[in-house]
């Protein structure tokens, strides 16, 4: 099913390709929910169970390199142009834009459910590890023989770099905040203070506002602001369960995507425009069914995101529908603008759908997409 407006491309929404994973014998493909990286170039870079696969601006296949297990998590790339990546075999590996094999992989553990490898402005790699804490894995390749920073708890969450200091949500209830400018890390915010306190675990990738502010969501069910020196600024509670990490239009607003289920009813979702001081809700775009993906803006000012009925949808500025197309799964990835006019977005059976879209690139303002900017390495500056 597509549905497009009268003054949209009339390809826009339509399905250009679709990858899918390789299936072993007997087990079902596991699903694509994490988000592709996007380098200067345009080309994208994603995991496909085993295999990463690298396409070109035409969303034609370069080169795909099978790594000792699955990829759930995202690709990132550094600012030195290595992709790197964390499979199910524990290991930590980054390739070149040609697919060469650069280092790795090294054992950092298996990938947690939620979060994903960080990189520095000088190539560093941190990775949060299933037991606790924090790894660093050096330019070149070299894994710290001790944990960068040790902690009990589990950071199930993608991190942000602002200024030398890592933010990271965690399973304790706390986004934590963790200064990198020495051998090892230490933890700037004391929860008991009520620094980065929020209600429940955090799952989100931070995203960063004017201020600086930075935005997430926890599973209290509300969008959290907190100061860089972890102070809460507001804290708004949409009704139902936010899923998905929070994005930023180039006028400070949030985006965020809802799951809402009252029993007796079908579940629902909705696409929500909040303030930006968090006050209040400016437009509710209502999707075809629960909303877990993390909404992705296009320089023309559309957003897009995907619902757990299977559809993608492509949403004005104002709230309005511009088009939407159905699919044979959910989707609860979020998507990734690249190459020429495409978006590609993950689905639960396990494989990557690519799209053409109205939108030439990302937009260059705000906090347009999961991790901020197409490479996604969480390395960010002052907005």
């Not at 924090?134 to 710290?144: E, H, I, N």
């Not at 960063?208 to 969501?217: D, K």
């Not at 509670?237 to 799951?259: F, I, K, Y």
């Not at 529908?321 to 799964?329: G, I, R, S």
């Amino acid at each position: 099913m597509s549905v497009a407006m009268p003054d949209e491309q009339l390809d826009a929404g339509s399905l250009e390709k679709i990858y899918r994973s390789p299936v072993t014998k007997g087990a079902a493909p596991l699903p694509l929910r994490a988000s592709a990286a996007v380098d200067e170039a345009g080309r994208a870079y994603f995991g496909l169970g085993p295999v990463l696969l690298a396409l070109s601006t035409s969303a034609e296949v370069l080169w795909s390199r099978t790594l000792g297990g699955t990829i759930p998590g995202p690709a990132v790339i550094g600012a030195d142009g290595l992709i790197r990546v964390h499979a199910a075999d524990g290991g930590l590996s980054a390739f070149d834009p040609s697919g060469e094999l650069i280092w790795g992989p090294i054992a950092v553990g298996l990938p947690l459910g939620h979060a994903a490898p960080t990189v520095d402005s000088v190539g560093n790699t941190y990775v949060n590890s299933s037991a606790g804490g924090v790894l660093k894995v050096g330019p070149v390749g070299v894994l710290d023989p001790r944990p960068y920073w040790w902690s009990g708890r589990r950071m199930d969450a993608p991190a942000l770099i602002l200024d030398d200091v890592y933010y990271v949500g965690g399973d304790d209830h706390c986004l934590h905040a963790i200064d990198l400018s020495g051998p090892s890390g230490r933890s700037l915010w004391n929860a008991d203070h009520g620094q980065g306190r929020t209600g429940w675990y955090i799952h989100s990738a931070p995203a960063l506002a004017p201020g600086p502010l930075l935005i997430v969501t926890s599973r209290d069910h509300r969008l959290h602001a907190f100061t860089s020196h972890g102070t809460p600024v507001w804290s708004y509670e949409p009704g139902g369960q936010l899923l998905g990490s929070p994005v930023l239009d180039a006028q400070g607003r949030v985006l965020v995507g809802v799951s809402r289920c009252e029993r007796g009813f079908e579940p629902t979702g909705a696409l929500l425009c909040v303030r930006g001081d968090g006050n209040e809700v400016l437009w509710e775009y209502e999707a075809q069914g629960p909303v877990e993906s993390t909404p992705v803006i296009g320089a023309d000012n559309v957003i897009y995101l995907g619902d757990n009925a299977g559809f993608v949808h492509a949403v004005g500025g104002t709230g309005n529908l511009l088009w939407c197309t159905q699919h044979e799964a959910p989707v609860r990835s979020a998507g990734a603008l690249f190459g020429k006019q495409r978006i590609a977005v993950g689905l639960d059976d396990g494989s990557l759908a690519v799209l053409i879209c109205s939108s030439p690139r990302l937009a260059q303002q705000g906090w347009p997409k999961y991790r901020g900017d197409p490479g996604q390495s969480g390395l960010a500056k002052c907005p």
